[in-house]
């Protein structure tokens, strides 16, 4: 797989792990949730992603209280690498319709 092929299959893991995340998680998914995302920022197969989604993370604590705050903060992550590379940025309102299927 290239960058694109490892980047769309990883958005899609980590915007559904986001939608189907708990609206009331326990103190263990929460911890899960964030070490998930602080392990992508160590072993994301391409370095110079990964260093610059490291500092994102860094300068953006993940958001794991509620699925509303999680998929914000994937939607923002996945926006701020829209925008380094010159895309449209995505409307996060359209995003459990997107990555669910519905605005559940
Ligand atoms: P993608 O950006 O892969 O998006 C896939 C689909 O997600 C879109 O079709 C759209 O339906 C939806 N979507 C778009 N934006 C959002 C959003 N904000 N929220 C929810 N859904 C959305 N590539 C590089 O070249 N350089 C990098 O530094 C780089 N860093 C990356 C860091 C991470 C953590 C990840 C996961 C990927 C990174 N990529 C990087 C890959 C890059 O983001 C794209 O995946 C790749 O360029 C392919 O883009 P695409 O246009 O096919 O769609």
């Not at 708990?22 to 103190?27: G, I, K, L, V, Y």
């Not at 490291?54 to 998929?71: G, I, M, S, W």
Request: hydrophobic fraction near 35%; glycine fraction near 2%.
């Amino acid at each position: 797989p290239d960058i694109a092929d490892i980047g769309q299959a990883s958005w899609t893991l980590i915007h559904t792990t986001a939608a189907y995340y708990p609206s009331d998680p326990s103190e263990t998914q929460q911890a899960q949730a964030r070490n998930f995302i602080h392990a992508l920022a160590h072993l994301y197969p391409c370095s110079f992603c990964r260093r610059d989604f490291a500092d994102y993370v860094k300068d953006h604590p993940v958001e794991v209280k509620n699925r509303q705050l999680f998929t914000q903060w994937t939607c923002d992550a996945h926006n701020d690498v829209n925008q380094k590379l010159g895309k449209k940025v995505f409307d996060c309102s359209l995003f459990m319709q997107r990555w669910r299927g519905s605005q559940h």
